[in-house]
């Protein structure tokens, strides 16, 4: 008879109780690190379905209390697929000066990831859209494959064969997209189009997803730059600058635009690369992260661990720019034939 009012007790604080109204969650966890958000899914199914809904990021997005994250493509031997990781930080970690034994950040792996490896990755707001041919200068016609990963929901969405998109047109670091049979599709499937392009505007003045109209004759143009390298190269723009990497001149960089390439100035404290690492860069919410491996020798160099730096730039002057390192982390341990597919940030 005692354990029966300790068994209500548990039942009335059980994270299934409806104690706490649903809006009232969703305003806890949207104040709360994403970092956080994994572990919250292992609370209850009530917590898993709100931390996938887009209600959650719509109230982040109110409370400004939007994040960006890195999201980064590896592919291994002797699987089918390519893996997707997101760059975390773990939760209740402070970063020091001292030296820790323990790593701040991870490469959480992405589940349900899709079943190709695409070369070329484009992020737009909170969705990442993969396309199977790769994006260069001038036209590329009918991709026949485009996915596009809703990092609210931390889901894939195939674009129907009917969506996709006919023409492609990357100048001048823009990205110019030609939809086939636009007002025909919008018109009717506009509900199923929306979360397939969130800021696109249609012609129709039907909120679906944002195009600048009247760019250029047959084209609308996204909101959004595009690198040339696509991110499979050691080489990342950042707010008309392009930052380089090369063994033999280190880090540098040089305008848009043009011009003469510059040593990126700094860096104090971000380690030596061995000769054999593959050293990549990418943008994360206007800061330089840098991606490299060292072999792992317990593991009789079979396995390697990927590290990441986040570096924060300062321009100083026109033909100067500062690199500080916020931190450099061992975040994945790889088998040593591994690969890297690229990397894009998204803000969420």
Same mark, same amino acid.
């Given at each position: 008879?005692?354990?029966?009012?300790?068994?209500?007790r548990?039942?009335?604080l059980?994270?299934?109780?409806?104690?706490?109204?649903?809006?009232?969650?969703?305003?806890i966890?949207? $104040?709360l690190?994403?970092?956080?958000?994994?572990k919250?899914?292992?609370?209850?199914?009530?917590f898993?379905?709100?931390?996938?809904s887009? %209600?959650?990021?719509?109230t982040?997005?109110?409370?400004?209390?939007?994040?960006?994250f890195?999201?980064?493509?590896?592919?291994?031997?002797g699987?089918?697929?390519?893996?997707w990781?997101?760059l975390?930080?773990?939760?209740?970690q402070?970063?020091?000066?001292?030296?820790?034994?323990?790593?701040?950040?991870?490469?959480?792996p992405?589940?349900n990831?899709?079943?190709? %490896?695409?070369?070329?990755?484009?992020?737009?707001?909170?969705?990442?859209?993969?396309?199977?041919?790769?994006?260069? @200068?001038?036209?590329?016609d009918?991709?026949?494959?485009?996915?596009?990963?809703?990092?609210?929901?931390?889901?894939?969405?195939p674009?129907?064969?009917?969506?996709r998109i006919?023409?492609?047109?990357?100048?001048?670091?823009?990205?110019?997209?030609?939809?086939?049979?636009?007002?025909?599709?919008?018109?009717?499937d506009a %509900?199923?189009?929306?979360?397939?392009?969130?800021?696109?505007?249609?012609?129709?003045?039907?909120?679906?997803v944002? =195009?600048?109209?009247?760019?250029?004759e047959?084209y @609308?143009?996204?909101?959004?730059?595009?690198?040339?390298?696509?991110?499979?190269?050691? =080489?990342?723009?950042? @707010?008309e600058?392009t930052?380089?990497?090369?063994p033999?001149?280190?880090?540098?960089w040089?305008? $848009?635009?043009?011009?003469?390439?510059r040593?990126?100035?700094?860096?104090?404290?971000?380690?030596?690369?061995?000769?054999?690492?593959?050293?990549?860069l990418?943008?994360?919410?206007?800061?330089?992260?840098?991606?490299?491996?060292?072999?792992?020798?317990?593991?009789?160099?079979?396995?390697?661990?990927?590290?990441?730096?986040?570096?924060?730039l %300062?321009?100083r002057?026109?033909? @100067?720019?500062?690199?500080?390192?916020?931190?450099?982390?061992?975040?994945?341990?790889?088998?040593k034939?591994y690969?890297?597919?690229g990397a894009?940030?998204?803000?969420?």
């Amino acid at each position: 008879m005692s354990s029966s009012p300790e068994k209500k007790r548990r039942k009335k604080l059980s994270p299934e109780s409806n104690s706490l109204p649903n809006d009232l969650i969703v305003t806890i966890l949207a $104040r709360l690190s994403q970092s956080y958000y994994p572990k919250l899914s292992l609370v209850s199914k009530t917590f898993r379905a709100i931390l996938a809904s887009p %209600e959650l990021y719509q109230t982040r997005i109110l409370l400004s209390r939007t994040e960006t994250f890195l999201y980064v493509c590896l592919s291994f031997p002797g699987e089918p697929n390519p893996g997707w990781f997101t760059l975390y930080r773990k939760p209740n970690q402070t970063l020091t000066t001292k030296k820790k034994k323990n790593s701040v950040h991870l490469l959480a792996p992405i589940l349900n990831s899709p079943p190709v %490896e695409f070369p070329s990755l484009i992020a737009v707001g909170s969705y990442l859209y993969a396309f199977r041919a790769a994006i260069e @200068e001038g036209t590329s016609d009918s991709l026949n494959c485009v996915e596009v990963y809703n990092t609210d929901t931390q889901t894939w969405i195939p674009v129907p064969p009917n969506k996709r998109i006919f023409k492609l047109q990357h100048m001048k670091g823009m990205l110019y997209m030609k939809v086939s049979k636009l007002l025909s599709f919008v018109a009717q499937d506009a %509900e199923e189009l929306a979360p397939l392009f969130p800021k696109l505007r249609s012609l129709l003045s039907t909120e679906v997803v944002a =195009f600048k109209p009247k760019v250029s004759e047959g084209y @609308e143009v996204l909101g959004f730059s595009v690198n040339t390298d696509l991110g499979r190269g050691s =080489f990342c723009m950042i @707010e008309e600058i392009t930052y380089h990497y090369d063994p033999s001149v280190k880090f540098r960089w040089r305008r $848009r635009q043009g011009g003469v390439w510059r040593s990126l100035v700094g860096l104090e404290g971000l380690p030596k690369f061995a000769r054999y690492s593959s050293v990549k860069l990418a943008d994360c919410g206007g800061k330089l992260v840098v991606l490299w491996h060292k072999y792992v020798p317990a593991s009789g160099y079979e396995e390697k661990m990927v590290w990441c730096a986040e570096i924060s730039l %300062e321009k100083r002057s026109k033909k @100067e720019i500062w690199g500080k390192i916020e931190w450099f982390d061992a975040v994945l341990r790889v088998p040593k034939y591994y690969q890297f597919v690229g990397a894009k940030s998204a803000t969420v």
